[in-house]
Nanobody, 125 residues
Framework: QVQLVESGGGLVQAGGSLRLSCAVS????????MGWFRQAPGKEREFVAA????????NYADSVKGRFTISRDNAKNTVYLQMNSLKPEDTAVYYC??????????????????WGQGTQVTVSS
């Protein structure tokens, strides 16, 4: 059974950095496109970044371009989200998610079929 476990969230001051990790217990991890989403209180879950299967093509929400970097280590079955220059509006629960086997990048939550439990990121001003 595939599981996604996020870690690395916490409290940071504006301008600071955090790195989130998502460990995936799946065979053939390299064949899964992975994404990061976030959800702030009272708001819908929104796309943050995604990285494609195999060749690691990336896609970012406009709000995080130039500040966040998604990467993957297929040998460790892990996807990362490096977050720099954090802003208070980045405060949210961050979720990693996977697309179905072999699928390409998607930017809507419905494109993803399995989610982690989420990790809280709080950015103070």
């Amino acid at each position: 059974q595939v599981q996604l476990v996020e870690s690395g969230g916490g409290l940071v001051q504006a301008g600071g950095s955090l790195r989130l990790s998502c460990a995936v217990s799946a065979r053939a991890f390299s064949m899964y496109t992975m994404g990061w989403f976030r959800q702030a209180p009272g708001k819908e879950r929104e796309f943050v970044a995604a990285i494609s299967k195999s060749d690691g093509v990336t896609n970012y929400a406009d709000s995080v371009k130039g500040r966040f970097t998604i990467s993957r280590d297929n040998a460790k079955n892990t996807v990362y989200l490096q977050m720099n220059s954090l802003k208070p509006e980045d405060t949210a629960v961050y979720y990693c998610a996977k697309r179905p086997f072999g699928a390409w990048i998607g930017v809507h939550p419905r494109h993803y079929d399995l989610w982690g439990q989420g990790t809280q990121v709080t950015v103070s001003s």
